[in-house]
């Protein structure tokens, strides 16, 4: 089982700034920042985590910390540890906004029912 969505461009070479995610986390959909690439946000008493990551071509990636990366290739918004089908559907809803603002795409294998 999946816990997290991946949102990634189709063959992950295309990159979005850091201050742009951040401005569109923030200013959009009101996440709070809680380090350099890192935002969460309260729903319906679930905390949800989203990270901006940079990955090779194939989606892989290794890092002990995300501080100086200026371009993200791929998204990860990760499951709370309760989830009910109402969480899940706004889960979707921001995965599928963030997807659109970028012109990215959710991966297949997104761990959504």
Known sequence: MYYYISIHSDDYTKKVKSKVLEQYLIHILEFEK?????FF?????????????????????????????EEVNLIEIDFPNYIN???EQTI??????????????????????
């Open 85 to 87: 089908d109402i969480l």
């Open 34 to 38: 809680a380090s350099h690439l890192t």
């Open 92 to 113: 979707a809803a921001i995965a599928t906004a963030i997807a659109k603002e970028f012109s990215w795409i959710i991966d297949e294998d997104h761990g959504l029912s």
């Open 41 to 69: 946000k309260e729903i319906y008493g679930e905390l949800i985590k989203i990270r901006g990551i940079t990955s090779d071509n194939d989606g892989n990636y290794g890092f002990d910390t995300l501080e100086g990366i």
